[in-house]
């Protein structure tokens, strides 16, 4: 049984360290962000680094690992959000 929660557990650490680069793509392609809320990104933000701790504070590495995969790519996203902005 722990064998299949520990398979389950990384594929599902893959699944969510991946969701959002399919964005960052669309974003950097279409040379446009202003469809993504800022609002979103910062409260993603908050809740990537709250779980990170959470992560490292009863290391869970499958919590740790996708919650920074996902804390750079809301970084990324909003660095380009503000460099199209600011571009135009």
Request: aromatic share 16%.
């Amino acid at each position: 049984m722990d064998s299949i929660l520990y398979y389950f557990g990384m594929f599902s650490s893959i699944l969510l360290a991946i969701t959002p680069y399919p964005q960052i793509y669309f974003t950097y392609i279409s040379k446009s962000a202003t469809n993504i809320s800022t609002i979103y990104l910062i409260l993603q933000l908050c809740a990537c680094v709250c779980c990170i701790i959470f992560g490292i504070l009863s290391s869970q590495i499958f919590i740790i690992i996708p919650n920074a995969s996902i804390l750079c790519a809301i970084i990324i996203l909003l660095i380009m959000k503000q460099y199209f902005i600011y571009k135009v």
